[in-house]
């Protein structure tokens, strides 16, 4: 992202851009497009000193590491490993073949239903599972790249002791004594334990035990993100302890007031799916229309067919004025407003408040006819950064509505654990200090990085004689603390979770421990056993399925015995029981007076705050940081602004003319005595006087690939007082210092022809865009200025059987990037590192372009994923002096990777640009070879080559799953079929955006997608004949314009 001010350029003829440096013509930006590599893209390429790295010794010790590999690589939790042959080959086990496991992500509190694939005992893929019915078989970018998690070479091995400051090597059984030992000891003084959320009945029974062997210990949970504001709200309007879960599908008109639904907040994977159900191209008059009100732009605000700028803090303003236009204009009446009510609404104005904040009142109006005209069928979603206040009156403005109906009256979102309150968590702080504490277990958790900096945790720890901390990895917790013991992973570790009333699924092991850990949940059990020396790897099963025959069987009234049940409920990873959802009282409508007199909202008043506001939010690829050390992740661009490796401060170009700054600058955000400078990157859409950052950046003591990625700004996240929001501060400082900071962004990489962009959705090029209106006014509006190509002086070529094809359905595609990580688990995609990303050399098969319209100040969003389109007339193919790309009797653009030079004239000649080269072997160039180490080998995907510098490659369509079903099909005696196959995007896209299949099978449902009306092929013009459909995306809104 160029580092160029824009302050003094005039605004250019409203078109199609993906940056402001695009949008503004900037001269560096319009001279990369006529080049096919950015600039710099081969410097410190020297031939000689990159083959030399290789000596005769080197290439020895390889080959022996790689043949103990082979035999460490057949290892799983049946099989320990050892080398020797099969008397008895297992039935399960077919070499060349993979098996599946059912289990249950824990990657965060959403505890999704997963599928394992492993191959000779290596889990090599994650996918959902389609038998849980929440997740309904898909799973988000952070669950896909998970696995690499597994073979991390940072993970901690070994238990650790601090001894004279300096960490040392030591033996569990000496761990378990010393551990003891100092419990046992600490009898009357407290033991605390800090743990995250949990939704595990059997880890709930734990504790329970725990603290029944020491009376001393307390549990306290925390999250950095949570709901407990919309909780707390919810309660006192009905009583509920849980705000309930919405039917998001059964929603005409969605008003989402900063909250990120698609995002990061709640189960997206399964929001994702329930929205997207409304946005069926085969019956266009059932789709749903989304208006967004948010300070930044967010995965949600880029998928609203109405989207207004407003700072979080004046939402509040923005309900009450709502609810004015609703009660007094639309005279909706409802037994929750009473005359006091009635009589300070009036003074909340939406017209005035439209003025007030830059937005156009017919687009407000619009959004008032709509919810007055779908009462009972809408929503409004109050954010779970918003205060208390606002979540109130939202709650109320719902009420008004009748829209109570869209909440599900059969399940609720279930936790095993209570958060503690802020009082909870200070008086621990307290307690530490005063020496009260005698031990603190971390139970997988990092509070030194995560909790409030004006706790002092990390000071406070200082005080505590023995502090445990229980994780996978090196983090800021673990280097305050004495004893450093390792967990098993996901994958190497036994649970359970019921996350929603009914619904119980299982974890499963698919691998014996790499290293020498242990199970979190087992290592509590074997200190509170009476001889912790006999420690056995069977103790947390044993305790699970104890748990489990005692509790949960008795729920099933099941004719089998448990054993069977055991074995078929491992088998499907999930059960589901017949359990009744807690009621919200509905009496409580009467509370909203008292509430409303109680909160003093009629003294609020709706004039701007002065200064800026900041909200921290979480990240789409870290989460709260817990991923910071997954390179695939790290790497995986922003959905929204295409940024990799680093987070920075969002903010609208106005603000930056205010405080003169450009991209790249930094700036230093001051509130009270905490300030952070961080890289500014202008944001198209962000509200005036507004920033926004994410957190999980800036890790100081954590793994190899997460140190100096991005800035800290866990500073600014607070404690909750007052039912404010602990994410969000108003009045903050900002100004301008000296230095800057390159953020790399993908988005001006793989850059079109300016002459191929420019009125793109005229010439039906790249972007092709219509309205609900239009469609059903002429369902033919798309093709009408289509210009028919000369007629080809050749046959084309006739393919028999099955030729390979795919549609992208931008009406469903929300760019959110699980596609992204799909692709690079299954086919062995490196990670290149920031400098590599900076030269335009990210090696991700699959991009999703993002294109902006209209005004900076009002961009209207559209995504695109790209990929190669497998055309007919390849240009690639025909340009490659050795052959090394070809075309496939079946329909695929192949590459021979033992055959290609490195030549590049591919890549010059694809006009979409989807083709990579390794310029090195990155898995050694990557942190000194970081990731060429033993463990990450055995994550690679057998089936797919592990491609060597110098080798150009590209999207195959999964040639490699294609190839398994036909062998299949063939083992089978049938004929292949392309519903046979489910490519690896496919398969991980939660909308069910793409469609995979055999073009000349009609009786598919990828066929009627690839025929539709709304679809069309990428520059068209240019008669390459692409494989890939793109149905155009139809927006939803009062008017037929775009």
């Not at 990895?473 to 305050?480: D, K």
């Not at 995986?636 to 603000?655: C, F, G, M, Q």
């Not at 099909?969 to 069910?992: F, H, M, W, Y």
Request: charged share 25%; glycine share 6%; hydrophobic share 35%.
């Amino acid at each position: 992202m160029a580092n160029q001010d824009f302050s003094q350029n005039e605004k250019p003829e409203a078109n199609y851009w993906r940056s402001f440096e695009e949008l503004y013509a900037d001269q560096k930006t319009l001279e990369a497009k006529k080049h096919e590599f950015l600039e710099g893209v081969t410097n410190d390429f020297n031939i000689e000193k990159n083959l030399s790295g290789l000596s005769r010794r080197k290439f020895i010790a390889l080959l022996s590491a790689s043949a103990a590999l082979a035999g460490a690589g057949c290892s799983d939790y049946r099989d320990k490993g050892e080398v020797i042959p099969y008397n008895v080959k297992p039935e399960e086990v077919i070499p060349g073949k993979p098996n599946y496991y059912a289990s249950t992500c824990n990657g965060c509190a959403q505890n999704c239903g997963i599928v394992i694939k492993t191959r000779e005992g290596r889990p090599i893929k994650i996918d959902g599972n389609t038998d849980h019915p929440i997740n309904k078989g898909k799973i988000c970018a952070k669950g896909e790249a998970s696995i690499l998690n597994l073979y991390d070479p940072s993970r901690l091995q070994f238990p650790l002791i601090k001894q004279g400051g300096i960490f040392e090597k030591a033996s569990w059984g000496s761990i378990d004594s010393q551990i003891k030992n100092s419990l046992d000891s600490a009898s009357g003084s407290e033991i605390a334990v800090v743990t995250h959320r949990f939704n595990s009945p059997t880890t709930k029974k734990m504790f329970e035990e725990f603290q029944i062997k020491y009376p001393s210990a307390k549990i306290y949970a925390y999250d950095v993100y949570h709901n407990e504001i919309k909780n707390s709200a919810w309660k006192k309007c009905y009583g509920g302890d849980v705000f309930p879960l919405i039917k998001w599908d059964e929603a005409n008109i969605i008003l989402s007031l900063e909250g990120d639904f698609l995002g990061v907040e709640g189960n997206v994977v399964e929001q994702m799916r329930l929205f997207s159900d409304r946005k069926n191209v085969n019956d266009v008059k059932s789709f749903n229309r989304l208006y967004v009100a948010e300070g930044n732009m967010s995965l949600t605000g880029m998928n609203a067919d109405y989207r207004f700028r407003l700072r979080p803090d004046n939402q509040l303003a923005f309900v009450l004025s709502l609810l004015n236009e609703l009660i007094t204009k639309k005279n909706i009446s409802s037994p929750a407003v009473d005359a006091n009510i009635k009589n300070i609404i009036p003074s909340f104005s939406l017209k005035e408040f439209a003025s007030q904040n830059g937005i156009e009142y017919k687009k407000l109006s619009h959004l008032v006819d709509d919810l007055a005209a779908n009462r009972g069928s809408a929503i409004v979603y109050g954010g779970r950064a918003l205060n208390e206040q606002t979540q109130i009156a939202v709650n109320l403005l719902n009420e008004v509505l009748g829209n109570t109906k869209t909440y599900r009256p059969d399940a609720v979102d279930i936790s095993k654990s209570v958060y503690s309150s802020n009082e909870e968590l200070k008086n621990l702080v307290s307690s530490m200090n005063s020496g009260k504490v005698k031990a603190v277990i971390h139970f997988d958790t990092n509070p030194v990085y995560h909790l409030p900096q004006d706790l002092q945790y990390e000071k406070a720890l200082g005080k505590v004689p023995m502090v445990i901390t229980l994780s996978e990895s090196e983090n800021e917790t673990a280097y305050a603390s004495n004893y450093v013991l390792p967990i098993s992973h996901t994958l190497e570790s036994w649970g359970d979770y019921n996350v929603r009333t009914g619904v119980y699924s299982l974890q499963q092991p698919v691998i014996s421990p790499i290293y020498n850990t242990r199970q979190k949940e087992a290592i509590l059990l074997n200190l509170i056993s009476d001889n912790p020396q006999n420690y056995s790897e069977k103790l947390y099963l044993d305790y699970l399925k104890k748990s489990w025959q005692e509790n949960i069987f008795p729920k099933l009234s099941s004719p089998f015995t448990f054993e069977k049940f055991w074995i078929g409920a491992l088998h499907d990873g999930v059960i589901t029981t017949k359990e009744e959802a807690p009621q919200s009282p509905r009496s409580g409508v009467s509370k909203f007076p008292s509430l409303w007199e109680e909160l003093g909202m009629g003294l609020i008043s709706h004039k701007k705050v002065a200064g800026f506001t900041v909200m921290i939010t979480e990240s789409y690829r870290l989460g709260d940081g817990r991923y910071a050390n997954n390179g695939w992740l790290q790497e995986l661009p922003h959905p929204v602004s295409k940024v990799t490796w680093d987070n920075y401060a969002a903010i609208s170009e106005r603000s930056a003319k205010v405080l003169g700054v450009k991209n790249n600058d930094l700036v230093e955000i001051k509130v009270g005595n905490k300030k952070v400078s961080i890289p500014v990157i202008l944001q198209p859409g962000v509200a005036d006087n507004f920033i926004s950052v994410e957190t999980g950046f800036g890790r100081k003591n954590s793994g190899v690939v997460a140190q100096e990625a991005g800035v800290n700004v866990q500073p600014f996240y607070a404690l909750s007082e007052n039912s404010n929001s602990p994410w969000m501060v108003t009045n903050a400082s900002v100004s301008k210092v000296s230095g800057s900071y390159k953020v790399i962004s993908t988005q001006d990489h793989q850059n079109f022809d300016d002459a191929l962009t420019k009125n793109a959705h005229l010439k039906r090029d790249i972007i092709q865009e219509g309205t609900v209106l239009q469609y059903l006014k002429d369902p033919d509006f798309l093709h009408k200025n289509k210009e028919h190509h000369l007629p080809n002086m050749y046959d084309d070529f006739a393919y028999n059987d099955v030729k390979w094809g795919m549609s992208i359905d931008l009406n469903r595609c929300l760019g959110c990037g699980n596609c992204i990580a799909a692709c690079n688990v299954e086919n062995n995609i490196p990670v290149v590192g920031k400098d590599q990303v900076e030269k335009g050399r990210e090696m991700m098969w699959l991009r999703i372009d993002r294109y902006y319209s209209g005004t900076p100040e009002e961009p209207k969003p559209a995504v695109q994923p790209m990929l190669c389109q497998h055309c007919d007339q390849a240009p690639c193919e025909n340009v490659c002096p050795v052959a090394a790309t070809q075309h496939s009797p079946d329909g695929l653009n192949q590459m021979v990777y033992n055959r290609c030079v490195g030549t590049r004239y591919c890549s010059n000649n694809c006009p979409f640009k989807v083709r990579r080269f390794n310029f090195y072997n990155f898995r050694d160039h990557f942190a000194n070879g970081y990731y060429l180490q033993d463990s990450v080998s055995l994550m690679h995907n057998p089936e797919v080559t592990v491609r060597s510098r110098g080798v150009m490659e590209k999207c195959s369509f999964c040639i490699q799953r294609i190839m398994e079903a036909r062998e299949e099909a063939i083992r089978v005696n049938q004929p292949l079929k392309g519903s046979d196959v489910r490519t690896a995007c496919q398969n991980s896209c939660g909308t069910e955006a793409i469609k995979f299949g055999n073009i000349k099978d009609p009786k598919e449902e990828f066929y009627q997608y690839r025929n539709h009306k709304l679809g069309y092929y990428v520059l068209e013009e240019l008669n390459v004949k692409p494989n890939v459909t793109y149905l155009a995306k139809l927006r939803n809104t009062h008017s037929e314009e775009v």
